[in-house]
């Protein structure tokens, strides 16, 4: 079935660092979608991506999603306390099911 | 702003009795998911409604579990005869539109002694 891979798992930084999640999925995707989990959190949802080679800003964050819309990548610049928690990717294949990949959990120092 | 709401947020219940978990749903939207999230793992898709009806389900969701639309505003995800395994954080989630955001309820914690 389809799978979505997420790296890395874990990820600590220096506050002020920046911090970079990679999504890969095993088959082209309609759509991604990103969502953050804060800890005890239920995931909130941050963006869509839905075009070849799209990429979004929010803030700090940037969100691209590859050409060939298989893989997608979040980049948080300069990290503040408030990133921490769980980032997860989740591809849509078609109709509505979200397969979401393992999270990437980030912990940033002050 | 509005919220997809839960209940209860924490159930205890012993191995092969049923389970009823509830749901009410962003008033205005149309589509409905229960995911679950076993502790420290990722966000797993149980099952889709749309149009008072599944229309996606995943290979986790087999006989054991059924979903219902009661009345106008409660979506629940019932477990038959809970298993060890079923522990987990439940998730609901709903959307207005088709290629929408989902928006994911606080999660019931369901623990099976």
């Known amino acids: 079935g389809q799978q979505v891979m997420q790296i890395p798992q874990y990820q600590h930084v220096q506050e002020g660092e920046d911090f970079t999640t990679y999504c890969n999925s095993s088959?082209?995707?309609?759509?991604i979608q990103w969502y953050k989990q804060r800890p005890g959190g239920h995931p909130v949802f941050l963006i869509q991506?839905?075009?070849?080679?799209e990429v979004k800003k929010q803030k700090r964050l940037t969100f691209q999603f590859g050409e060939a819309k298989k893989n997608s990548s979040l980049h948080i610049t300069a990290t503040q306390t408030t990133d921490v928690g769980t980032y997860f990717c989740?591809?849509?294949?078609?109709?509505?099911?979200?397969?979401f990949g393992a999270g990437t959990i980030l912990r940033v120092k002050s | 702003e509005p919220e997809v709401t839960q209940t209860p947020s924490h159930q205890v219940t012993q191995m092969g009795q049923e389970v009823i978990l509830r749901c009410v749903p962003i008033?205005?939207?149309?589509?409905f998911y229960w995911y679950r999230q076993i502790l420290g793992q990722k966000v797993e898709f149980l099952v889709s409604?749309?149009?008072?009806?599944?229309?996606?389900k995943s290979e986790i969701f087999d006989d054991q579990f059924s979903v219902e639309r009661p009345d106008g505003s409660n979506f629940t995800l019932k477990i038959r005869s809970t298993k060890l395994e079923d522990s987990a954080m439940y998730f609901c989630?709903?959307?207005?539109?088709?290629?929408?955001?989902?928006?994911f309820g606080p999660g019931t914690r369901l623990t099976v002694t």
């Open positions: 989740a591809g849509r294949v078609y109709g509505n099911k979200l397969v």
């Open positions: 989630a709903s959307k207005r539109q088709g290629n929408g955001e989902q928006y």
């Open positions: 008033s205005n939207h149309l589509y």
């Open positions: 991506l839905v075009k070849s080679g």
């Open positions: 088959t082209t995707l309609s759509n």
């Open positions: 409604f749309y149009n008072n009806e599944i229309s996606e």
